[in-house]
């Protein structure tokens, strides 16, 4: 069983950076993980993954919004997910949940079987 704990969230002013942080417990060997965002009324959707061997993945619905300004990355060692956003927008608000899947391809099509409960990010314009 994994647990996962985001922080990092918070409000910002439009062009600036947040680093968002999730805290894995039970490892994480062998697992997909990345972020998903929710932006107001909207589905909440796959950002960016990053699989056991390192190999990230930008795609879906944000990828062009985001591309350049997120990076995602992983710490094996404290067994910690990051999302870098820099250059925030105002359309860049939202939840953003962590998420983890022994499989790729359940969590780019939505159903990870491990979520974190979630944190807000809300940038103003």
């Known amino acids: 069983q994994i647990q996962l704990m985001e922080s990092g969230g918070g409000s910002v002013q439009t062009g600036g950076s947040l680093r968002l942080s999730c805290t894995a417990s039970?490892?994480?060997?062998?697992?997909?993980m990345g972020w998903f965002r929710q932006p107001p009324g909207k589905e909440r959707e796959p950002v960016a993954g990053?699989?056991?061997?390192?190999?990230?993945?930008?795609?879906?619905t944000f990828t062009n919004s985001v591309k350049g300004r997120f990076t995602i990355s992983k710490d094996n060692a404290k067994n910690t997910l990051h999302l870098q956003m820099n250059n925030l927008r105002s359309e860049d608000t939202g939840m953003y949940y962590c998420?983890?899947?022994?499989?790729?391809?359940?969590?780019?099509?939505?159903?990870?079987?491990?979520w974190g409960q979630g944190t807000q990010v809300t940038v103003a314009s």
């Open positions: 990053i699989d056991s061997r390192g190999i990230i993945t930008y795609t879906g």
């Open positions: 039970g490892t994480t060997a062998g697992y997909y």
């Open positions: 998420a983890a899947d022994s499989r790729n391809s359940n969590f780019w099509s939505g159903r990870p079987s491990f």
